[in-house]
């Protein structure tokens, strides 16, 4: 199933991404970002719902035959019935951009307008979930977690592939399961019966990096 994203990326939220104040020497930039970034986006989404069969300690088996390997995983999607697996992008569009700008020797605007990228990439994914909560509203649902976080083995990218085809959507996967466009995002997350599932904001709550982790407060802003 797919859905078409919207995406807003605030100056506040640019700002937040590059770690820095605004001030007379990025003022420019930010604004040129944020105007040619907004017309270069095309937001997508893609996912389907799965049964889930088996949950072993790191091995989580669908109904279908698939499986992840994550022990992180398993914990997190503990006392879910089905799993929900998904993409998003925000298109090529942005990436090529970037490029162009850098060859040009245009390196502050491509700068600036990569970390509009990566911003808008983080909110899609979000967006795409919060989407998906309405939708399954009255279940009980985790966190999300997405395939190369803590020991998420990033090969697991080839079963999400197999499982969603974000083909659909105009994403791929590389020799080294990297997506392109690499502004791309997958992610898992359960639903089941509210009694059971674990409730949170997000991976960070069970993350062993938490405690000094730079992205955490980043995350735990876009908790509902």
Known sequence: MQKNLKVEVTEELLLQKIGGRKNKGTSEYLQKAISLGSTLLDPKGIYDLFPVAQMEKDRLILENGESFRSEHLCKLLEGAEKVVVMCSTIGPALEEKV???????????????????????????????????????????????????????????????????????????????????????TAVFGIGDPAKVKKGSFSCASCPKRDFCTFRHEAESFAL
């Open 99 to 185: 490029r162009e700008l850098n060859q040009e020797g245009n390196y502050g605007e491509a700068y600036f307008l990569d970390m509009y990228g990566a911003v808008a990439a983080g909110r899609a994914m979000f967006n795409l979930y919060k989407e998906l909560l309405e939708e399954f509203k009255g279940y009980g649902t985790t966190v999300f977690m997405e395939p190369g976080q803590l020991d998420w083995n990033i090969r697991d990218q080839r079963v999400v592939f197999k499982l969603i085809s974000p083909e659909n959507i105009g994403v791929r996967l590389n020799e080294s399961n990297l997506m392109i466009p690499v502004k791309s995002t």
